[in-house]
C-alpha cells in the first residue's frame, strides 16, 4: 500500500510483520513565503469576522491559513517568465505548417470580484525556423492565467510571448470561458459563455485564420 509517498511492503516471518521502506525518487512539494502568508491569515482572519462568522469555530479555524496559501497558488503566475518556459525547450526546425494545441484547460480569477472563470484555451502558431515543446505552451496559459486577470488581457498576452520567444510567422488564441462573477451574481446567467480571439501574423488573412477556426471546432481522432 502507498503511505504518504512511500511504499509500504508486508512480510511474515515466523508470525511477524516487517515493513520495508522505499523512499519515491520525485516528490512534489509546496513552498509559501512566511511573511506573506502570516499577513495573508491575519487578513482573511478578520475578514471571516467582519462578515459576521466566528473565526474561532472548529470549522474555520484553519480555513485562515488555508486561504491564504491557495490565493498565493492560484496567483503563482505573477513569479514565473513566460518567455522563459518557451526559450527552455526551443528547437530549431524547418517545418512551416501550423501547429495546434486546442483545449488546454485554463482557470483563473477576475480582477473585478476576484472569483474564479474557467474554460479552454486553444492556441496556433507557424513557425519560422523554431519550435517549442507541446506541454511549453499549455504552462504559458498557465503563468498568465494563475493571476488576477481578465480574458481579454489574458488572450493577447498568451500571443505576445509566443510572439517574443519564437518569433514565428503567425499566432492565434481563442479561449472560452465561464465566469462565476457573472454565474453566481450580478445577471446570474449560468450558460453564458465569453469567447475571446488574438490573431497576429499570417492569421490575420482571412484564410488561414478560417483554418484554424475550423480545426479547432472539429473533433478528430
Not at 9 to 16: D, E, F
Not at 23 to 50: F, G, H, V
Not at 87 to 115: G, N, R
Not at 187 to 203: D, L, M, P, Y
Request: glycine share 4%; charged share 25%.
Amino acid at each position: 500500500m502507498k503511505h504518504r509517498g512511500i511504499l509500504l511492503n508486508t512480510r511474515h516471518n515466523y508470525g511477524q510483520t516487517k515493513l520495508k521502506y522505499s523512499i519515491m525518487a520525485y516528490k512534489k512539494t509546496e513552498q509559501y513565503e512566511d511573511r506573506i502568508t502570516s499577513q495573508l491569515i491575519t487578513n482573511y482572519k478578520q475578514t471571516i469576522s467582519l462578515l459576521g462568522e466566528d473565526a474561532e469555530r472548529e470549522g474555520l479555524i484553519k480555513t485562515p491559513e488555508r486561504v491564504a496559501k491557495a490565493m498565493q497558488y492560484l496567483t503563482q503566475g505573477y513569479h514565473i517568465d513566460a518567455k522563459a518556459i518557451l526559450d527552455s525547450a526551443k528547437f530549431h526546425e524547418e517545418v512551416s505548417e501550423m501547429i495546434i494545441v486546442k483545449d488546454i484547460e485554463m482557470y483563473s480569477m477576475c480582477e473585478h470580484h476576484m472569483l474564479p472563470f474557467f474554460g479552454k484555451a486553444h492556441i496556433a502558431y507557424i513557425p519560422n525556423g523554431w519550435i517549442t515543446g507541446l506541454s511549453k505552451i499549455a504552462r504559458v496559459v498557465d503563468v498568465y492565467a494563475r493571476r488576477l486577470q481578465v480574458q481579454e488581457r489574458l488572450t493577447t498576452q498568451i500571443l505576445e510571448a509566443i510572439k517574443a520567444s519564437l518569433n514565428p510567422l503567425g499566432v492565434a488564441v481563442v479561449i472560452e470561458a465561464s465566469h462565476l462573477c457573472m454565474m453566481m451574481r450580478g445577471v446570474q446567467k449560468q450558460n453564458s459563455v465569453t469567447t475571446t480571439s488574438a490573431f497576429w501574423g499570417e492569421f490575420e488573412k482571412n484564410e488561414t485564420r478560417s483554418e484554424f477556426t475550423k480545426l479547432i471546432s472539429s473533433r478528430l481522432h
